[in-house]
T-cell receptor, first 113, second 117 residues
Framework: NAGVMQNPRHLVRRRGQEARLRCSPMKGHSHVYWYRQLPEEGLKFMVYLQKENIIDESGMPKERFSAEFPKEGPSILRIQQVVRGDSAAYFC???????????FGPGTRLLVL | AQKVTQAQTEISVVEKEDVTLDCVYETRDTTYYLFWYKQPPSGELVFLIRRNSFDEQNEISGRYSWNFQKSTSSFNFTITASQVVDSAVYFCALSEPHTSGTYKYIFGTGTRLKVLA
């Protein structure tokens, strides 16, 4: 009965590199959400996906950031050409349906040097 | 304007004291959901409680209790007889319908609770 899994837990990148963050939702959950937490702040919504579909990406920066949730495999949050300001904790959450409780993964701490 | 306000940035208490964490929310929707999550020093987010807007009944779970009052748009969280293991950042969140029709979480900025031995 595994919870939401995220990997890697910690990721270090140099400016200009790409960061790929993975999220496997809880068993039976088909809704995935990504949030970003800057140091000493609350979580901010980025994107909401269902299998193969982006439902709401209103919180995602327009450039360099993309997300997918393929039919098979984990959800991926991709950040291209990272900058220092991308350093944050990125949390993934999943739910069975829209409106239902979201359960969070342990997060990926991204550090951009 | 903040949709979820946690005015207490940091609270320190001595073990065994009771402590209340405040949460005030703002929404125009009649159907919405409120949550509390705990983020211990290890960093993960632990779900504590969910409340829907039609259920104002207060809830108690062990040393934890929640007071939901629509009249004041508040959803406060009380820990009775606090313990050192309660030290964490606590987040209140509101889930309301977005223009897309989906429900999104809006988090408060969190309250850091330090329980001293």
């Amino acid at each position: 009965n595994a919870g939401v899994m995220q990997n890697p837990r910690h990721l270090v990148r140099r400016r200009g590199q790409e960061a790929r963050l993975r999220c496997s939702p809880m068993k039976g959950h088909s809704h995935v959400y990504w949030y970003r937490q800057l140091p000493e702040e609350g979580l901010k919504f980025m994107v909401y996906l269902q299998k193969e579909n982006i439902i709401d990406e209103s919180g995602m920066p327009k450039e360099r950031f993309s997300a997918e949730f393929p039919k098979e495999g984990p959800s991926i949050l991709r950040i291209q050409q990272v900058v220092r300001g991308d350093s944050a904790a990125y949390f993934c959450a999943s739910s069975k349906k829209d409106r239902e409780t979201q359960y969070f993964g342990p997060g990926t701490r991204l550090l951009v040097l | 304007a903040q949709k979820v306000t946690q005015a207490q940035t940091e609270i320190s208490v001595v073990e065994k004291e009771d402590v209340t964490l405040d949460c005030v929310y703002e929404t125009r929707d009649t159907t919405y959901y409120l949550f509390w999550y705990k983020q211990p020093p290890s960093g993960e987010l632990v779900f504590l409680i969910r409340r829907n807007s039609f259920d104002e009944q207060n809830e108690i779970s062990g040393r934890y209790s929640w007071n939901f009052q629509k009249s004041t748009s508040s959803f406060n969280f009380t820990i009775t007889a606090s313990q050192v293991v309660d030290s964490a950042v606590y987040f209140c969140a509101l889930s309301e319908p977005h223009t897309s029709g989906t429900y999104k979480y809006i988090f408060g900025t969190g309250t850091r609770l330090k329980v001293l031995a």
